[in-house]
């Protein structure tokens, strides 16, 4: 019988324990468990947390990005974010200046080459007029297309005046079929003048231009006609007028490159050459352009 009592008095020992509550669970260790809080060990790094570089990360410069990666901004010096470099683009001939001073053949060039794009169109220092957004409006003065901000305009002159002063004008966008040749200030001949307009030309003179040697003298390092030039060589962008001089350029050129429209077959323009002007000192050397339909 006593044997009896003590077995019973030790099961309701077992059986209820004491007034403290249930026994702590260890949620030490290493397995990352549910400590005695209830709270989940999340370690002792945030992973929400990106590291230097990263698509998506912000940043003001390249330094920040990863080596596969660029600052891509909308304006340049402005905070972007790292994005992806292209490793491959195409051959599409649509000019953009980039943030670097430098014209790119494509968005996706410069950007190939860590470089975000300020404006389309080429870098004013390459001679172009990049469409910055300038706000200027036609009828403005202006010496150069350049003083006109956007491709839309051009600085149009009086008949013969290539080096005067002008007004920024609409450039047309569509043309007459109408045969009255008209000399270019770029010593192009154009089947009319609203032809030459629609590329920013102004013209020197009615007429088809004269072909024949100009009486001219050109700058050191200038040209007027293929015979300033060397062996090899021949006078592009040459006007026969004073301060019309042009740059002597390669005569050797790929099928499809070009440094002037008179390169290109017929109903093609010549886009994207790089010609430093005469005169200069440029680090870059010259680059022909790619003959392009019209559209």
Excluded at 6 to 20: I, Y
Excluded at 34 to 62: F, L, M, Q, R, Y
Excluded at 207 to 216: E, F, H, P, V
Aim: glycine content about 14%.
């Amino acid at each position: 019988m006593q044997r009896r009592m003590a077995w019973v008095a030790l099961c309701l020992v077992v059986a209820c324990g004491d007034d403290d509550g249930p026994p702590e669970v260890d949620a030490g260790g290493d397995s990352g468990g549910v400590d005695a809080g209830g709270e989940v060990d999340a370690g002792d790094e945030d992973a929400g947390e990106p590291t230097d570089g990263g698509v998506g990360v912000s940043c003001v410069d390249n330094a920040t990005c990863e080596a596969t990666e660029f600052c891509s901004t909308a304006v340049c010096g402005a905070e972007g974010e790292c994005t992806t470099t292209p490793v491959a683009c195409t051959d599409e001939i649509d000019p953009v200046c980039g943030c670097d001073g430098v014209t790119y053949s494509n968005a996706c060039e410069a950007n190939a080459a860590r470089v975000s794009v300020a404006a389309r169109g080429e870098c004013a220092m390459d001679g172009g007029v990049a469409d910055a957004g300038m706000d200027v409006d036609a009828g403005t003065s202006c010496t150069t297309n350049v003083d006109c901000g956007s491709r839309s305009l051009y600085c149009a002159k009086a008949l013969g005046d290539c080096e005067g002063t002008g007004v920024c004008t609409t450039r047309p966008v569509v043309c007459p079929r109408v045969l009255d040749p008209h000399c270019g200030c770029n010593g192009m001949t154009y089947d009319n003048d609203c032809l030459a307009a629609t590329e920013g030309v102004n013209v020197s003179a009615r007429g088809a231009c004269d072909t024949s040697a100009c009486a001219l003298d050109a700058r050191e390092g200038c040209c007027f006609d293929d015979a300033d030039c060397g062996r090899g060589q021949r006078c592009v962008e040459e006007a026969c007028s004073r301060g019309g001089e042009g740059t002597c350029v390669t005569t050797r050129l790929l099928v499809g490159t070009c440094w002037e429209d008179a390169d290109c077959a017929r109903g093609q323009t010549c886009e994207g050459e790089d010609i430093c002007d005469c005169g200069n000192r440029c680090l870059v050397p010259d680059a022909p352009g790619r003959c392009v339909s019209r559209l």
